[in-house]
């Protein structure tokens, strides 16, 4: 009972992470249709940015917060105007290709660029473990947990209780009538990938300690939050929440009550049993598109 | 009576087929102008040139004496010129009291001011209000998505009434409307227009619905005007019976 409750924890943390990155990536498909394989990447490139301040001497919360600005500004700003804006007029398809294309670049720059070693990188809490219902539960866990939480909320207060939100929502459900109204539905658009932006950059300062900042990070957890998107329903930002939750405590149970060799197979599993049975996603909606 | 709305000498063609062939006509204030015709006659696209959703090949659109030609449809509704629409549109996954405080411009403003306004940008009481006058209360929390289609034909009526505009133009109002909702809905635009002396324009093919609400009607056949009148002269015009209502 003790590691089951430990094995829940850790796995809440991870997948409270997966969660964010899901979260993001649902976001520009809401928007914008903008499928973007390079999401681990995204995830995986802010590491760098604050590992690289910390090199020039900035102390970790500087650093951080440098991080966050810059993947805002490059994550976001920059990816939305050379690449999304430019591609997206031909068509998801060629979006799509220029993403799997930008995840390669990243990949190879972040490790010619700084290092092909996995780097270790400083974590949010000293870890010490907590005793919680007789089981032993380390700090960091839950601090990501935290974090991860407060995240979330912080993001479904912006979207469902102020006026940009609504706006943002609005552009997302109907932008031929949002731009009738007079949403200014780019600025609305751009918006949501500056909130990517801040998206990966807490997920990559979250889940750096645990994995290290490493340049081939972004192959699994761009996998797992298209996945966690996909399983709780591509559509809605609760399902990605969902469907990231779901597989980071299945990934931890799985591998220590059924097998740790095949511990990469069960997500996929779950993934084919809702693809076949509720290929909308668990909490997704049906979506008629006529693209 | 002042024109709210003049259309002069509009031509709107597509390749080599004129939809819109010289039309011309005023829509005075507080009048309910229903403008009618066969399919393909050019009805919607009359309707999306003075919209702004179209550019018109030739003529003017003027509202309240003002050049709106080539003006964009949310420059246009700025203005005060408000629609609904043939399909419906609405924002599925919003409550229906959101859909209408968007819909009564709370998007004005800047990001900061959206950020830490109040969520009702002061359009709650205003929101609340036209939900009632459209019996919709009971659904005001309701996401307007889960409405049923004739309930969403309401809102999207109540939606362009939000900004209390001076023009409201309808769209196939009663397509796809069963005769309960129609009556419903034939109920509420007749007593929005007689408390505000509002101005509507209707574009219909259900006759009795254009003839018990319109003051004034257009026949449309073959992008011009045929006939115009009241709905007692459009009724017995031969000209009428034979492009439209003879079939």
Redesign the interface.
Known sequence: MASFVQLVVSGLATGAIYALIAVGFTLLWQTSQTINFAQGEFVMLPAFFILASMNLGAPFWLAALIGIALSILVLGLLFKLVIVDPMLKHGVLPLVISTIALSLFLKESAKDFYSSQAQPFPALVPSTDVHVFGAVVSTQSLAVLAVAIATVVALHL?LN????G??M??TA??P?????????VR?MVL?TFLINGALVAIASILISPIYLAKFTNGETLGMAAFLAAIIGGFNQVRGAILGGVILGVLDNLSAAYISSQYRGAFPLLILIAVILLRPQGLLG?IEERTV | MSAVLEVSNLRKTFGGITAVDDVSFEVREGEILGIIGPNGSGKSTLFNCVLGQLTPNQGEVRVDGRVTTGMRPCDLNRLGVSRTFQLLQVFPQLSVRDNLILAGQEHQGSMFSRLIGHPDAGLGPAAEQMIAFFRLSHLSDEQAGALSYGQQKLLDAAMAFMAGPRLVLLDEPAGGVNLTMLGNLRDRLQAYHAQRNATFVVIEHQMEFVMALCTRVLVLAQGRIIAEGTPQDIRRNPVVIEAYLGH
């Open positions: 912006l209780k102020t006026r940009l609504r706006c929502q609005a459900q109907n031929t009538l949002a731009r009738i109204l007079g949403i200014p600025r918006y909606r």
